[in-house]
């Protein structure tokens, strides 16, 4: 009888202190999950703080070790990071995304080990140039992204106390190494900038053949940094594209973006052609569709669709609230019929119906200038489908000709009767036709003649 009741006590003790050693582990195990994913949506100083509260005992465990090294990472010191995320592995060879996370770490921080350093005004912003001759963009860059940074404040409700690097690289092979994404990916899409790691990743303006607007674009990586924060990561791969871009030139005052030319003519076309992308199509990345032509087209797709959604969403705190929703853990369907009283299915026919049934700008105006690196293409030519007539084409390649063997004159005739054949304002003749005036030194008729195109 002792034994019996003897064998029944230790057993109901067994059962009681692994009944609360569960329940302490899984109270630790929330606990670091609960900082992994505030890393993951940019909240690092709520992450910081999380981490300070964890026992002391818990912080030696290999998995609060691994998020450290995460979160130094993401707060740029990526020596530290090195350190504790091998410290972490050490005690867990297991760990495959550990070791991937390690590796990446090891190879971003060497390979930009030689950037130039400059600091921001404020302490807001550290800039690294792969080349010394690109650090004049500064000055500019902390400006507009200062300004950027206190506009999406506004939107968001809160500018996060944390510094924000930013990288300024030479070259597609560099941005490739840095983002993960494939050399083919970037060429073929026209990428040009990436937020990955709580930071701006950007290629020099120098890297392509004509530049692009930089400006915009750090405006609109920062943007989704907000965007990540916002919704706690939950927003779908087409509402962050869409309202990073809508809100890419808050910078200099413009309240929602507008749909470029070229942007406004390809929605324009595909709609009308029934060939629209799917929302689907656009995860995990726009950098994995097949094109530059289809990337801009995704582009001017999300920015028209957010639009719409932010102006059915208006009363109700539009696109900021949302992506509230979203991090407060509602559904995409219940957070838009919150906002708007309408789910994304028939939002989405709604806004079709509305791009398909007018005109988004005259064919005649838009010319879609591509994205060219000088150390590779930028995928296949595009094809506006209404391009110069054969015709038009046979006057400007003589005016080409006799402009080239000093006959300006007629030179400019010829670019004439291209422009009487396919109208006024078409970029390709307008610019040779406008050097025509120039060399005859007719400038007050050039200036005429160019401004209406500048103006597009």
Avoid at 50 to 58: E, F, G, I, S, T
Avoid at 79 to 97: F, H, N, S, V, Y
Avoid at 141 to 150: E, G, I, N, V
Avoid at 277 to 302: K, M
């Amino acid at each position: 009888m002792k034994s019996w009741f003897a064998r029944a006590l230790c057993a109901f003790l067994m059962l009681l202190c692994f009944g609360r050693s569960r329940e302490a582990f899984g109270g630790e195990a929330d606990q670091l999950s609960a900082i992994e994913r505030e890393i993951g949506a940019w909240r690092l100083e709520e992450a910081r703080a999380l981490l300070a509260r964890v026992p002391v005992d818990v912080r030696k465990s290999p998995r609060a070790k691994f998020l450290e090294g995460k979160l130094l990472f993401f707060e740029g010191d990526g020596d530290a990071a090195l350190e504790a995320l091998r410290g972490a592995i050490q005690e867990a060879r297991t760990q495959l995304d550990w070791k991937q996370l390690r590796d990446r770490v090891e190879s971003f921080t060497e390979s930009t080990r030689g950037f130039t350093v400059v600091e921001g005004k404020g302490g807001r912003f550290r800039y690294r140039f792969e080349d010394a001759s690109d650090t004049l963009l500064a000055s500019y860059a902390d400006r507009a992204l200062k300004a950027q940074m206190d506009a999406l404040g506004g939107v968001f409700g809160n500018v996060p106390r944390v510094r924000v690097e930013v990288l300024f690289l030479s070259d597609v092979k560099t941005l490739a190494a840095l983002s993960g994404l494939l050399v083919e990916q970037i060429e073929r899409t026209g990428t040009v900038g990436v937020s990955k790691y709580g930071r701006i990743m950007v290629l020099t303006p120098r890297a392509l053949d004509s530049g692009y607007p930089w400006l915009d674009t750090l405006g609109h990586e920062l943007a989704h940094l907000f965007i990540s924060r916002a919704s706690r990561d939950e927003a779908q791969i087409w509402l962050h594209e869409g309202t990073a871009k809508m809100l890419e030139g808050l910078w200099r005052g413009r309240k929602s973006g507008e749909l470029s030319p070229e942007e406004a003519y390809l929605l324009d076309r595909a709609a009308r052609e029934h060939r629209l992308i799917p929302l689907r199509s656009f995860h995990p990345s726009i950098a994995a569709l097949p094109n530059q032509e289809d990337a801009e087209l995704a582009y001017a797709q999300v920015l028209s669709f957010v639009r719409y959604l932010d102006a059915k969403a208006a009363g109700s705190g539009g696109i900021a609230k949302l992506l509230s929703l979203l991090g407060e853990g509602m559904s995409l369907d219940a957070a838009l019929e919150s906002v708007t009283k309408f789910n994304l299915r028939r939002l989405y026919l709604w806004w079709e119906q509305e791009v398909s049934g007018r005109r988004q700008t005259p064919v005649s105006v838009v010319f879609l200038m591509q994205r060219r690196f000088k150390h590779g293409a930028a995928g296949d030519e595009v094809s506006l489908g209404g391009a110069l007539s054969e015709e038009a084409q046979r006057h400007v390649r003589l005016g080409d000709l006799l402009r080239l063997r000093g006959h300006v004159g007629p030179a400019v005739e010829e670019y004439r009767r291209a422009q009487k054949i396919e109208g006024e304002n078409i970029p390709e003749i307008v610019e040779r036709l406008g050097g025509g005036l120039i060399d005859q030194r007719r400038f007050a008729d050039a200036a005429a003649l160019l401004a209406p195109v500048v103006a597009l």
